[in-house]
């Protein structure tokens, strides 16, 4: 029996062949998580699904293998950030290869990621990857959607994750290599009263910590110590080209400072600028190496060193672990950190 030639058949046409109900039809084919429906009717609809022709490329690549063979991305990181796009990359290279689709799906820091269960109750995902931004903290609610995704057994990854719950997968930076590989890096050049560039928060009051940033603060710190010197830790606001902060510069320069480890490279653009204004020479005078990076450190005068955060890399280990353990149920995703790479450039 088939509809060909005429109008294509809808989830009425095939519940009236089946005996079911429409919505029976609709948890079979959409593969409805929680429903208890016997196999033999499960049978009964796929087999009046494919006699009428009930048969969406979507669709019936589903009732043939059971799953949705596609993931979702949902991310409290900033979209606007320039290594989201790093993100996306590392993610689709995966699901590329696997034969996975990818879903974005929309999320405002919402307590209740509706859109992201829907799709999983109707069998349109398989399981989620999730970017969080760990120097966020609390703001970016990784706890609050660990917990959802555990609570409606939604098969998951983390990326960029701060917490450390046992039975999640994070896929993280090593930001603590980053900081001592950066300090590191000058030491191998000749620098022996490096300082450490911190950041203050919003609101300019005091020193900004959350675990990204004392973890790269403690690697400088940890390189420094072991390598017989003292540590010094300044913080700045996030914009600081004004004559007060040329005066905290000063100071440390007459503190004989000869490199900086700064922790964003955002403020080592900043730094070096406010250096060459205030007549110091980069890198013969003073050496600068930031602890993450930017697409365009290259392009200034001089170029900026700085450790670079991998996250594609991160992306991609996350994905492929996740396809993994939804293809072969005795594979458990194991958490993984990364070490940034090392970009070597004029202010070294």
């Not at 290599?177 to 890096?185: C, F, I, L, S």
Request: glycine share 6%.
């Amino acid at each position: 029996m088939s509809n060909k030639g005429s109008k294509r058949a809808t989830i009425l046409d095939v519940a009236r062949l089946a005996g079911v109900s429409p919505s029976t039809v609709s948890f079979v084919i959409n593969n409805t998580k929680g429903q208890t429906i016997s196999e033999e009717t499960r049978d009964r609809i796929t087999a009046c699904a494919r006699a009428l022709g009930y048969r969406s490329s979507y669709s019936a690549s589903r009732i043939r293998r059971g799953n949705a063979q596609t993931i979702a991305m949902l991310s409290t990181y900033r979209r606007e950030a320039l290594y989201f796009l790093d993100m996306i990359n590392g993610i689709t290279a995966e699901t590329s290869a696997a034969g996975y689709g990818l879903i974005l799906c929309p999320c405002n820091r919402e307590p209740m990621p509706r859109l992201c269960l829907e799709y999983y109750q109707e069998g349109r995902i398989d399981g989620v990857v999730f970017i969080s931004s760990a120097h966020s903290e609390q703001e970016s609610m990784e706890e609050e959607y660990i917990q959802f995704f555990q609570e409606h057994h939604i098969p998951f990854t983390v990326v960029y994750g701060y917490t450390d719950h046992d039975g999640v997968c994070y896929s993280n930076a090593n930001l603590y290599a980053d900081g001592r590989h950066a300090a590191e890096a000058l030491l191998e050049r000749g620098c022996r009263n490096i300082h450490f560039i911190g950041a203050l928060d919003k609101f300019n009051a005091e020193p900004y910590l959350p675990k990204t940033e004392q973890a790269r603060q403690n690697g400088y710190t940890d390189a420094v110590h072991e390598a017989g010197l003292e540590e010094h830790v300044v913080c700045f606001p996030r914009d600081f080209r004004s004559p007060e902060h040329q005066a905290l510069i000063r100071r440390t320069m007459d503190l004989h400072a000869d490199g900086y480890v700064v922790c964003w490279a955002t403020l080592g653009v900043q730094l070096i600028e406010l250096l060459k204004e205030m007549g110091w020479r980069i890198p013969q005078d003073v050496k600068v190496i930031a602890a993450d990076t930017l697409p365009y450190l290259s392009c200034m005068t001089p170029s900026l060193s700085a450790i670079r955060v991998p996250f594609k890399e991160m992306a991609a280990y996350a994905t492929r672990s996740l396809i993994q353990s939804l293809n072969n149920a005795e594979v458990k995703p194991v958490s993984k950190s990364f070490d940034g790479r090392l970009e070597i450039r004029d202010s070294t």
